[in-house]
């Protein structure tokens, strides 16, 4: 298949637009992915991989240049519109998930992605045989912990399940912003077999930001290094 799924055409993008502040981090980035890509993405600290995400995820806009998902214009998309293409899992083990609610509401809401919002988890109880058998398979005991707040898990459980809910839509493209570097050795690479092997089974568009060329050579098949910009601050 050689459908582009991503079409990114000459982004620059600007932090502090209009104040003295004002920095340009990229310059002209054209990038095309195409569909069931796995890109790694590597580049010393402060070279705008993240800000690549955020480029693509919406959350900052392009001062110029142009971004197509799945042959829709995006560029001038919000966060929340674009969220029916793109998940993302953060590096933050608490970043993707509430922690006030348990394993089984948040997988509920996750499934329920992109549906009208209810203020009741209905069908909670029907859907736990369906969340027993999603979570059986993974690593760190998840499946025992169904009722437990996920303010109550381990770093690795927390990230799994993150993991798991990023992926259950099968969205269009993952976005992965070292999703692992927070974990143990053991636990990071339990979530990356994970992670390759949910991305080889639902054949899913991922690009992925890693500090690891040994990660970013085994798991990819496209490896972008983004280079820090000389003149910036
Ligand atoms: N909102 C902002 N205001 C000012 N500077 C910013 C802002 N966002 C990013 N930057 C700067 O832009 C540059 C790129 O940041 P970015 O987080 O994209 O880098 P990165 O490659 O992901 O780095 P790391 O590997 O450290 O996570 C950095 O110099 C950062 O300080």
Do not use: W
């Not at 590597?42 to 042959?71: C, Q």
């Not at 398979?137 to 025992?144: C, V």
């Not at 991305?199 to 568009?205: C, V």
Request: proline share 3%.
């Amino acid at each position: 298949m050689s459908e582009n799924i991503l079409e990114m055409q000459n982004v620059t993008t600007c932090v502090n637009e209009g104040t003295s502040e004002e920095k340009e981090i990229l310059k002209n980035i054209s990038l095309n992915v195409k569909r069931g890509d796995f890109i790694t993405l590597l580049g010393t600290n402060g070279a705008g991989k993240s800000t690549l995400l955020n480029v693509i995820n919406g959350s900052l806009s392009p001062r110029s240049g142009s971004l197509k998902i799945a042959g829709n214009d995006v560029t001038k998309l919000s966060v929340v519109k674009r969220a029916r293409f793109i998940s993302q899992v953060f590096q933050d083990p608490k970043a993707g998930t509430a922690p006030r609610m348990t394993v089984a509401e948040n997988l509920l809401l996750a499934k329920r992605r992109g549906q009208k919002r209810r203020l009741k988890l209905r069908g909670l109880n029907n859907a736990l045989p369906e969340f027993s058998e999603l979570t059986k398979k993974l690593p760190n005991g998840l499946s025992e912990r169904l009722n437990t707040f996920t303010g109550d898990l381990s770093g690795g459980q927390r990230q799994t399940l993150s993991f798991l809910m990023a992926t259950m839509g099968n969205p269009e493209i993952l976005l992965l912003d070292e999703h692992t570097a927070a974990l143990d050795p053991k636990t990071s690479q339990q979530l990356m077999e994970l992670t390759q092997n949910t991305i080889e089974e639902k054949q899913l568009t991922c690009i992925m930001i890693t500090h690891h060329l040994k990660d970013a050579l085994k798991y990819g098949n496209r490896m972008i290094i983004l280079k820090r910009r000389q003149n910036r601050a």
